[in-house]
């Protein structure tokens, strides 16, 4: 069975801080891989995902095969990215499988 | 925004009754996902379907059905057998399974009463 776990629910920081929001993930297969967000009143959207390798909105997520994760992070916060943000596994098979949730806060 | 639809956006039914909740997408996608949202649990995916006329059980399909007789029409049922109805929502597409990236609807909220 396949799972995503986002240990923080809420996390809270000043703006311009870094910040890290955290995923681990159990697959046995090859993990396809990706966060996803979503705006106060906007429909969930994809923020980045593994295998392009690309920063977003000045975020970025390495996958770490051996300690099974794919965290978020971005190093200077900024008061837009308050959202909630979710990390999902996909797998070719078509099963895809997503994380609670962590909601963001950046305080001015 | 556009290219998923879902409707209507808010959908209210007595318990006992079937209710069908519609998603269209115009995306030319392939595969399209049924997920419930409830408040601190996520996405939980309830159906999906990787091709026209195929469909697979996701972790909680249970007093759910649906059918994809087109590929831009995934329509999901809940049925009265479905324990805890009210929630949340969400239809999704994607152009093929596993790197795909998934496009979701505006979602509708259901509530049973």
């Known amino acids: 069975a396949q799972r995503v776990t986002q240990p923080e629910k809420l996390l809270s920081v000043f703006k311009g801080a870094p910040v890290e929001l955290k995923c681990n993930y159990s697959?046995?297969?090859?993990?396809?891989l990706f966060w996803y967000v979503q705006y106060s009143r906007q429909r969930l959207q994809l923020l980045l995902r593994?295998?392009s390798r690309e920063s977003i909105k000045g975020f970025t997520a390495d996958l770490n095969k051996g300690e099974t994760s794919f965290h978020l992070k971005k190093p200077f916060a900024q008061e837009e990215d308050s959202a909630m943000y979710y990390c999902?596994?996909?797998?070719?098979?078509?099963?895809?499988?997503f994380g609670d949730g962590t909601t963001l806060t950046v305080k001015p | 925004d556009g290219g998923i639809t879902q409707s209507p956006k808010y959908l209210f039914r007595k318990e006992g009754q079937n209710v069908t909740l519609s998603c269209e997408q115009n995306?030319?996608?392939?595969?399209m996902y049924w997920y419930r949202q409830d408040p601190g649990q996520g996405l939980r995916l309830i159906y999906y379907?990787?091709?026209?006329?195929?469909?697979q059980k996701g972790d909680i399909a249970e007093g759910y059905s649906v059918s994809r007789e087109k590929k831009e029409s995934f329509p999901l049922t809940v049925t009265s057998a479905q324990k805890n109805p009210t929630a949340f929502y969400l239809c999704?597409?994607?152009?093929?399974?596993?790197?795909?990236?998934?496009?979701f609807g505006p979602g509708t909220r259901l509530t049973v009463t």
């Open positions: 697959y046995s297969g090859s993990p396809e």
């Open positions: 995306l030319n996608h392939d595969a």
């Open positions: 999902a596994l996909f797998t070719n098979a078509g099963k895809s499988t």
């Open positions: 999704a597409s994607s152009r093929g399974t596993g790197f795909y990236e998934q496009y």
């Open positions: 379907s990787q091709i026209v006329n195929d469909f």
């Open positions: 593994h295998i």
